[in-house]
Nanobody, 121 residues
Framework: QVQLVESGGGLVQPGGSLRLSCAAS????????MGWFRQAPGKEREFVAT????????YYADSVKGRFTISRDNAKNMVYLQMNSLKPEDTAVYYC??????????????WGQGTQVTVSS
């Protein structure tokens, strides 16, 4: 059974930083491209970033390129999202999931509880 547990969100001022973590289990983590998605109030969930199974490939949504960095630790079944230069429009609940590369859509039907990121002064 796929389990995804996100953590690390919080309230931060514009220009600040946060590091999100996702603990994954229930599948062969090192075989799966992973990624982050986010859902802002009143909006659909959207793709943020992805990293290939070996960590050598990354791809970002234009809205976060140059500010966010995705990474993974296959020994710990963890994926991370370092978020710098945060903007109010980054406010959302952030989720991790497997990613189907090319389409950048979620791989698994199940989602974790997400972690809330609020960027506000």
């Amino acid at each position: 059974q796929v389990q995804l547990v996100e953590s690390g969100g919080g309230l931060v001022q514009p220009g600040g930083s946060l590091r999100l973590s996702c603990a994954a289990s229930g599948f062969t983590f090192s075989d799966v491209a992973m990624g982050w998605f986010r859902q802002a109030p009143g909006k659909e969930r959207e793709f943020v970033a992805t990293i290939g199974s070996g960590g050598g490939y990354t791809y970002y949504a234009d809205s976060v390129k140059g500010r966010f960095t995705i990474s993974r630790d296959n020994a710990k079944n963890m994926v991370y999202l370092q978020m710098n230069s945060l903007k109010p429009e980054d406010t959302a609940v952030y989720y991790c999931n497997g990613v189907i590369l090319g389409n950048y859509i979620p791989l698994f039907r199940s989602w974790g509880q997400g972690t809330q990121v609020t960027v506000s002064s």
